[in-house]
């Protein structure tokens, strides 16, 4: 009920491709879903974020989609660059979460320059 | 800006050793966490507090304890290191549950 199972582990794109991660919850209850970004020896930090009220979120090449009724979302990077080289993390938190914020297993993801 | 502090970026312990890793945030947030993490298994959390002296388990807590006497300082024991307590340990704190939670930099930890 608590899981937040993501996918693939991990992905090797083309600069200028596009990246696709995506996310599967079980817990209808939640209702906050952020991506954290991480780089190699830094903490994640909070990419994008998206609340279950609407089905899209876009902020400049990052875009996340949601299906509600399919309890699933992704993240879709556009345009990507070598820069985006890093680990990304799904997650849900809040209504049947309590305080706690579950987080997918990460995908590591390798642009290829 | 907001900021969390780890005490230390890496650390070297020997088994059986206690072991303190402390968090600091800068932000008046209630909720603090510590998680690990560790190739192909994502973050797990270990313990978090909602408030000071307030601690709950988190999925993994076995061979770890917490303080929180300070609303801005989350401390993570282990009582008795062993070497499957080798990882990243992350701290992170947020104002409430439906919100960003903000990591600090992680202390890497090797127990031989």
């Known amino acids: 009920q608590q899981q937040v199972k993501q996918s693939p582990q991990s992905l090797i794109v083309q600069k200028g491709g596009i990246s696709i991660i995506n996310c599967a919850y079980e817990?209808?209850?939640?209702?906050?879903f952020p991506w954290y970004q991480q780089f190699p020896g830094k903490g994640p930090a909070l990419l994008i974020a998206?609340?279950?009220?609407?089905s899209e979120k876009k902020e400049g090449r990052f875009t996340i989609s949601f299906n509600k009724s399919a309890k699933q979302f992704s993240l879709h990077i556009m345009d990507s660059q070598p820069g985006d080289s890093a680990t990304y993390f799904c997650?849900?938190?809040?209504?049947?979460?309590?305080?706690?914020?579950?987080f997918g297993a990460g995908t590591r993801l390798f642009v290829k320059a | 800006d907001v900021k969390v502090t780890q005490s230390s970026r890496y650390l070297v312990k020997r088994t059986g050793e206690k072991v303190f890793l402390e968090c600091v945030q800068d932000?008046?947030?209630?909720?603090m966490f510590w998680y690990r993490q560790d190739p192909g298994l994502g973050l797990r959390l270990i313990y978090f507090?909602?408030?000071?002296?307030?601690?709950e388990k988190g999925d993994i807590p076995e061979g770890y304890s917490v303080s929180r006497e300070k609303k801005e300082r989350f401390s993570l024991i282990l009582e008795s290191a062993s070497t499957n307590q080798t990882s990243m340990y992350l701290c992170?704190?947020?104002?409430?549950?439906?919100?960003?939670?903000?990591f600090g930099p992680g202390t890497r930890l090797t127990v031989l």
């Open positions: 932000m008046d947030h209630e909720n």
């Open positions: 998206i609340r279950p009220d609407v």
């Open positions: 507090s909602y408030d000071v002296k307030m601690k």
């Open positions: 992170a704190s947020t104002p409430s549950s439906t919100d960003t939670q903000y």
């Open positions: 817990n209808t209850a939640f209702d906050y």
């Open positions: 997650a849900a938190s809040g209504g049947g979460g309590g305080f706690k914020t579950i």
